[in-house]
């Protein structure tokens, strides 16, 4: 007797990006960038920092100190121009410059009414992203915030903060079960890289369609709003 396979697609974990998928960016990245190139002697307006910049927009949505690593060399150098980017953009967020994406918050509360787990994961540091949280007062919004050092240390594009969001939360029974959203090209390879059944690009951020769905996106939206009617099509 043949085993009966269902064919039934259910997505009970949610993994959303934050700077510009949940939350609006707004150039914050790259002024704390700047402040922090500017601290190791990297002038605003010079040819290096053109350069480093460009390899910083190319690179959105990884892990920052992975991308200081890339851009300075030394482990001692990085660290320091993390720290530097970290504290600016810590700075930016308590003058007020950190808002949601319209309708965010709206789909979050809807997913999880729906039965679904939602995780909120960053390529920042975990005080940075406890200061975007607090700031917006989404401290209890999500059921569980990641960052890179949550998750062993690697950020995008590795899968491990997917994995590790299926991991601590138990809420999804496979990899196929879990939707992963964000805007940018790495966010898109963690996700296809996690195994996971939709792969959902927003246009709210850094990176454009093309870009989006070279990566691997399964659909891109023009915002993480769409999200909960997006994947109530693609379990229908």
């Known amino acids: 007797m043949s085993a009966v396979t269902s064919t039934t697609r259910r997505i009970s974990l949610v993994v959303l990006d934050m700077a ?23 002038a605003s307006g010079s040819a290096r920092h053109a350069e480093q910049l460009a390899y910083v927009r190319a690179t959105m949505g990884e892990s920052k100190i992975s991308v200081f690593r890339h851009l300075f060399g030394d482990e001692e150098r990085a660290q320091a121009a993390n720290a530097e980017f970290e504290a600016a ?14 309708g965010a918050r709206r789909a979050v509360e809807r997913l999880r009414a729906e039965g679904r787990t939602v995780v909120l994961t960053t390529g920042f540091a975990r005080v940075t992203q406890d200061a975007i949280t607090a700031a917006l007062g989404w401290q209890d919004l999500a059921d569980l915030t990641l960052c890179p050092a949550d998750a062993g240390g690697r950020g ?4 491990d903060m997917v994995l590790a969001a299926l991991l ?8 196929t079960d879990v939707a992963v959203a964000g805007d940018t090209s790495y966010d898109m390879l963690s996700g296809r890289r996690a195994g996971a059944g939709l792969v959902a690009g927003v246009r709210t951020g850094a990176h454009d369609e ?27």
């Open 156 to 159: 995008r594009p590795y899968p």
């Open 20 to 42: 510009g998928t949940t939350v609006a960016d707004d150039g914050l990245v790259e002024q704390a960038f700047a402040e922090a190139a500017q601290a190791l002697g990297v």
């Open 89 to 102: 953009y810590g700075r930016l967020v308590d003058a007020g410059r950190c808002a949601p994406v319209p």
């Open 210 to 236: 093309a870009a989006l769905r070279a990566a691997g996106a399964h659909r891109v939206l023009p915002s993480v709003a769409e999200l909960p009617d997006a994947i109530a099509e693609y379990e229908s």
């Open 168 to 175: 601590r939360t138990r809420g999804a029974d496979a990899v």
